[in-house]
């Protein structure tokens, strides 16, 4: 690959220039509408910026005091004079809360065991809502500003998500289960106190529900349920118990009410795109807002994306364009740049742009399953995004996406461009699970996690073989982080006739240490939710741990995990080694695995010098089992 302007031809630096990409993150709108903080580490680590909207100044608020990686969003304080971040040790997500001012003042603000994340920040200015697994599961705790007393809200045994403090503080919205149906989520409505609180009328029992945003005069709710299969936005009348529904044709996740309380945003999911569509609350009309075919997003948790003078904040991206900062003005329909993308040596044509298509899968490949073998399942349609290198004949990485609960959709993605530029094409999959199709298409994944969802990946891999006679079919690799690396490890005892080499960063592969280890609401929201207990179902947990069947390997496995890791801990990659060692399997990079454990690091990161480490690990590895090609960065 060669760099346009110098010439410069080495890989490793083009490694370099790629992974040091600047990256915006987790922007959300001041209280009066007029500036924009967000995380940016243009400067080469991450850092805390603000940007006047009107003048289009940006100022650089801290200086090393905020995390290294940009994983927790980050909230205004009500005068508009502050900013709270989460702060951790090394990635390890047992977050504190500090507060940044316009001076660069930093201060402590909540200091608890656990995790603790911003849920919501009162009006009053005096209020802190927190989730928080100080006493073991996640729940609410109020944070009172001025006493610096935290009272605990909230006492469920099932977390508690997405808390919401009403305009006036007097209320609290939040989503959580107290049936028996692990399937279930319910909006719940109480005093400022926890007190009385009361489960509002909506969807039916096994479908899921939760709280968007409070309305300006806090006496209704946007919610969003799929009781009708797709996820849809409601406006819940809190007076009348009355609810509103919008949409139904797509899987739509409602973001807030606009500030005249007469209209909404949500973000409606059409293939593998996200399109940002404004409704009139009592005309029922719809808007899709006019941007290139891609994906909006409008911040996680508490981003607010309401701008002033009836302007919308987004992030937009697509595949060969990185994310840049826009403005919506609604009144013109028109955008406004508010940050670029950097693009450093490179520009939107040296990125690899993503063909979608789809494919009829019953969950059962072609191929050899080692593991366990299954009878067919339900047909379904699995869409599948691929990334064409232009490397003749070109090896191929099957990139499975993590979550469960989760898609690959037509953004921008740094990992998968690297890829690209290092002459792999790469294979993305939203097998049966992913988000995007509705309820029903979720819950096909329930007590069955290595089961048709990895006969989906395995068959998309099939299709494109036989489909892409420029496929090298004697160089087809697995790669995947989280659920992904849970993928990888599957992909590769399950299937090991299709694989020629496989990474597993961070992945799962004893779901009975993975359950006992994790955090208590991964343990329930994720674990118990998907496959229940390890006690009652002990040999479903064994049979789709992949260290049960780790003797299948056939072919050359890199396994990734960070020593701080505490979604997934780095206790999954030292039991799959210690399987492949007791099974007579060598270590090394002449040997049949290759095993690396990275320090001061989490479940991934987005720090330039962390992703560039990756980045130069998962190149290595590459080139040594597979062998990498390079082409041009820039024609």
């Known amino acids: 690959m060669s760099d346009p302007e110098s010439g410069e031809t080495d890989p490793e630096t083009v490694l370099e220039e790629l992974a040091g990409l600047p ?16 995380y940016y580490d243009v400067s080469g680590r991450n850092e805390l910026h603000i940007l006047d909207v009107e003048s289009g100044t940006c100022e650089q608020w801290s200086d090393g005091e905020v995390p290294r990686s940009a994983r927790w969003h980050v909230e205004w304080g009500a005068d508009g004079e502050r900013v709270f971040f989460h702060l951790d040790d090394d990635g390890n997500e047992q977050n504190d809360v500090y507060a940044i001012d316009r001076d660069g003042s930093v201060e402590a603000v909540v200091e608890m065991d656990g995790q603790v994340v911003i849920q919501d920040v009162g009006e009053d200015g005096e209020t802190l809502l927190l989730g928080s697994t100080r006493d073991g599961q996640m729940n609410l705790y109020s ?43 319910d909006v719940y409505v109480s005093d400022a106190d926890g007190a009385n609180p009361k489960p509002l009328e909506i ?21 969003v349920d799929n009781s009708d299969d797709l996820s849809r936005s409601g406006v819940y009348d809190l007076e009348t118990d009355e609810v509103t529904w919008f949409g139904g044709e797509y899987e739509e996740e409602p973001q807030a009410f606009l500030p005249d309380g007469e209209r909404f945003l949500a973000v409606r999911t059409r293939e593998a795109t996200k399109v940002p569509v404004v409704y009139g609350i009592e005309s029922g009309e719809e808007r899709e807002l006019d941007l290139p075919e891609g994906v909006a997003s409008f911040g996680m948790m508490g981003g607010d994306p309401v701008l002033s003078g009836d302007r919308l904040l987004t992030l937009h991206t697509t595949p060969t364009n990185r994310p840049e900062l826009l403005a919506y003005d609604l009144t013109a329909d028109e955008t406004t740049t508010l940050v670029e993308a950097e693009y450093g040596p490179f520009s939107p044509e040296a990125f690899a742009d993503a063909e979608y298509f789809a494919i009829e899968s019953d969950g059962v490949p072609e191929t050899w399953q080692a593991a366990v073998e299954y009878d067919p399942y339900n047909t379904l349609e699995i869409g599948c995004l691929l990334y064409d290198s232009g490397e003749r004949p070109s ?29 792999f094409s790469v294979l993305q999959v939203n097998y049966r699970g992913s988000t995007g199709h509705g309820r029903e298409f979720i819950r096909e994944l329930y007590d069955d996690w290595g089961g048709a969802e990895q006969g ?65 609401h991964y343990r329930t929201e994720l674990m118990e939710k998907n496959m229940g207990t390890p006690a009652e179902n002990p040999a479903l947990y064994e049979e789709r741990s992949p260290v049960t069947h780790a003797d299948n390997l056939d072919a050359p496995l890199f396994i990734v995990h960070g020593v701080n890791d505490r979604r997934v801990p780095v206790s999954q990659a030292r039991l799959f080694r210690d399987a492949l060692e007791a099974a007579g399997y060598t270590e090394g990079p002449d040997g049949d695995f290759e095993y690396r454990e990275l320090g001061e690091e989490g479940h991934a990161s987005s720090d330039i010098e962390q992703k560039t480490r990756l980045f130069r690990l998962l190149d290595g590895f590459l080139d040594r089992r597979i062998g990498t090609e390079t082409v041009a960065a820039d024609d």
């Open 395 to 423: 090896p191929l990485i099957v990139n499975p996406h993590g979550g469960p609960r989760g898609m690959d959709s037509k953004s921008f993605d740094l990992y998968t461009q690297f890829l690209v530029h290092r002459g």
């Open 203 to 223: 969807g039916v029992t096994g479908a899921e529900a939760a709280p968007a945003d409070w309305g300006p005069d806090g006496d209704r709710l946007l919610v």
């Open 23 to 38: 990256t915006l993150a987790h922007p959300t709108a001041s209280p009066d509408g007029d500036e924009v903080a967000f």
């Open 143 to 185: 944070h009172d500003l001025p006493s610096a007393e935290t009272t605990k809200l909230t006492d469920y045994d099932r977390a508690v998500h997405t808390g919401l403090l009403s305009p006036d503080g007097s209320q609290l919205a939040y989503a959580t289960n107290e049936t028996d149906d692990f399937d279930n989520m």
């Open 456 to 520: 989906d990946v395995a068959s998309a891999a099939e299709h494109v073989l036989a489909t892409r006679e420029w496929v090298d079919e004697d160089r087809v690799v697995v790669f995947g982080g989280s659920y992904g690396g849970y993928s990888a490890y599957w992909q590769m005892v399950q299937y090991p006739d299709l694989y020629d080499a496989g990474v597993a960063w961070i992945g799962l592969t004893d779901l009975e240490d993975q359950y006992e280890n994790t955090m208590p």
